[in-house]
């Protein structure tokens, strides 16, 4: 790991208020499979990377439960997104956090394999098929051509494609800044 865990006992006053608001919001509400806290008054995963720029940080943190918490994504729907950015990232951390709650929102064992994959899962309903369609465009490609545009906007409508591309992004850059601080999955 390319940066030591701050300790709760070291934060500055604008840090100390990034490490409440991950730690009392509904993050630390939730059984998780991988902690928030290391146990040793600091933070896990990318919420350590993030007291490192607490300005950044709380926006990003704010993100992040506004896309967990706020959204009208399905779970499913939303995991399997999740899912999908930590195959195409190669993200540990991303697949160990979420596969988890991918489970716990109806995620087949055999739709997380192939999400490990980078396979087609094989979704039947059509708003879950073509959530996986835009999903794996905006990480493959980041775009979406005109007619899967439309198609997406049919099916999912405005406010569930904005939300889906804002979650796309939001685990991309955790992911990438997973990758660049060389965070463990545990």
């Known amino acids: 790991m390319r940066l030591a865990v701050l300790s709760s006992q070291e934060l500055t006053p604008e840090q100390v208020d990034l490490y409440r608001a991950i730690l009392n919001g509904p993050r630390g509400q939730e059984r998780r499979a991988v902690?928030?806290?290391t146990g040793a008054g600091g933070?896990?995963?990318p919420f350590n990377v993030m007291l490192y720029a607490p300005a950044v940080g709380q926006?990003?943190?704010?993100l992040g439960v506004a896309i967990r918490f706020r959204t009208g994504l399905a779970p499913r729907v939303r995991e399997m997104a999740v899912l999908v950015v930590a195959q195409a990232w190669d993200s540990d951390y991303e697949r160990a956090a979420h596969e988890?709650?991918?489970r716990a929102a109806g995620l087949t064992e055999s739709e997380i394999a192939a999400l490990r994959a980078g396979a087609d899962p094989g979704f039947t309903e059509e708003p879950e098929r073509v959530a996986y369609a835009v999903t794996r465009a905006l990480a493959d490609k980041?775009?979406?051509?005109d007619t899967?545009?439309?198609v997406a906007v049919a099916a999912l409508?405005?406010?569930?494609l904005v939300e889906l591309s804002t979650l796309v992004g939001y685990y991309s850059t955790l992911a990438l800044q997973l990758r660049i601080f060389r965070v463990p999955a545990r």
Do not use: F, S
């Open 35 to 37: 902690p928030l806290a």
């Open 43 to 45: 933070l896990a995963g």
């Open 59 to 62: 926006a990003l943190q704010e």
């Open 100 to 102: 988890p709650l991918g």
């Open 142 to 145: 980041a775009d979406l051509d």
């Open 148 to 150: 899967d545009y439309d």
């Open 157 to 160: 409508g405005e406010q569930a």
